[in-house]
């Protein structure tokens, strides 16, 4: 029962302070999804998950979305103690993803990513034909949020230190190939670094230029072309270093198929 609040004029009245609304809790995934996050396992032990993460799916859920990889993942691992993500990917950007199942690993993987000891590395198409003598982008980048709400990064003399190294895996008549080992993990690092370059992504809504977007659609894209295609880990409790990699997927190889033939 509701309580009834009765006010004369004249009476002070004390209201209740109103209970701040707490964002629903994510959902599990549905069986169809579950199966696609099963079989996108590339390596596991009982220390670390990697994920081939499809495009489109988000790492967790949140900000108007239900659920995400690392719910995916605690239902498919019930009995799971813990399940942590060591790092994120953009929703749209597919490739290995790390998953912690013990807290000292997620540290230990932490550690390498401060000091450098993990070596990550993406496939990107870039627009236009990047110079061969360019092999690095060093720009500080700065995390802005705009009026809308969206964040944005940016190149900004008071960003974070961030360094790109950049190599070329194949030319094409309007776009390059190429293969990207990020040295610090900024958000929206490559793409922004690329851009800054003078070659953004294909089809990077954000901060892509919208002409190339079209041609590279007419090309049968239709995401963002940016995928973590490997990775090279040590791994301390087996005292070895882990070499991870995720083919690219079907939708990317057709659009390099077409870039071929244009």
């Given at each position: 029962i509701k309580p009834t609040y009765r006010v004369q004029?004249?009476?002070?009245?004390?209201?209740?302070?109103l209970q701040k609304a707490e964002a629903p809790a994510p959902t599990q995934p549905h069986a169809g999804v579950l199966a696609q996050l099963k079989d996108s396992i590339v390596y596991e032990d009982k220390y670390l998950l990697v994920v081939n993460k499809p495009s489109g799916m988000a790492v967790h859920g949140g900000s108007g979305l239900n659920y995400?990889?690392?719910?995916?993942?605690?239902?498919?691992?019930?009995?799971?103690?813990?399940?942590e993500l060591v790092h994120r990917l953009?929703?749209?950007?597919?490739?290995?993803?790390?998953v912690a199942k013990r807290a000292s690993m997620l540290r230990r993987l932490h550690e390498q990513l401060r000091e450098g000891g993990m070596k990550k590395q993406y496939l990107a198409l870039v627009q236009g034909c990047w110079p061969n003598k360019m092999h690095h982008?060093?720009?500080p980048l700065k995390k802005n949020t705009v009026q809308s709400g969206e964040r944005m990064v940016r190149v900004a003399d008071d960003g974070k230190p961030a360094r790109s190294e950049f190599a070329i895996e194949q030319h094409f008549r309007?776009?390059?190939?190429?293969?990207?080992?990020p040295l610090t993990g900024r958000t929206h690092q490559i793409r922004v670094h690329a851009t800054h370059a003078g070659h953004p992504l294909a089809g990077d809504e954000k901060y892509g230029d919208e002409r190339f977007n079209q041609q590279m659609r007419a090309m049968g894209l239709k995401r963002l072309f940016l995928h973590a295609a490997a990775l090279d880990i040590y791994l301390p409790d087996n005292d070895y270093r882990l070499q991870v990699s995720a083919p690219l997927p079907?939708?990317?190889?057709?659009?390099?198929?077409n870039l071929e033939k244009d």
């Amino acid at each position: 029962i509701k309580p009834t609040y009765r006010v004369q004029a004249g009476d002070t009245v004390r209201v209740p302070p109103l209970q701040k609304a707490e964002a629903p809790a994510p959902t599990q995934p549905h069986a169809g999804v579950l199966a696609q996050l099963k079989d996108s396992i590339v390596y596991e032990d009982k220390y670390l998950l990697v994920v081939n993460k499809p495009s489109g799916m988000a790492v967790h859920g949140g900000s108007g979305l239900n659920y995400g990889v690392i719910e995916g993942l605690r239902a498919l691992y019930p009995n799971a103690p813990y399940l942590e993500l060591v790092h994120r990917l953009d929703r749209e950007t597919s490739g290995c993803l790390m998953v912690a199942k013990r807290a000292s690993m997620l540290r230990r993987l932490h550690e390498q990513l401060r000091e450098g000891g993990m070596k990550k590395q993406y496939l990107a198409l870039v627009q236009g034909c990047w110079p061969n003598k360019m092999h690095h982008v060093i720009a500080p980048l700065k995390k802005n949020t705009v009026q809308s709400g969206e964040r944005m990064v940016r190149v900004a003399d008071d960003g974070k230190p961030a360094r790109s190294e950049f190599a070329i895996e194949q030319h094409f008549r309007n776009a390059t190939l190429m293969r990207v080992h990020p040295l610090t993990g900024r958000t929206h690092q490559i793409r922004v670094h690329a851009t800054h370059a003078g070659h953004p992504l294909a089809g990077d809504e954000k901060y892509g230029d919208e002409r190339f977007n079209q041609q590279m659609r007419a090309m049968g894209l239709k995401r963002l072309f940016l995928h973590a295609a490997a990775l090279d880990i040590y791994l301390p409790d087996n005292d070895y270093r882990l070499q991870v990699s995720a083919p690219l997927p079907e939708a990317l190889t057709t659009v390099l198929k077409n870039l071929e033939k244009d």
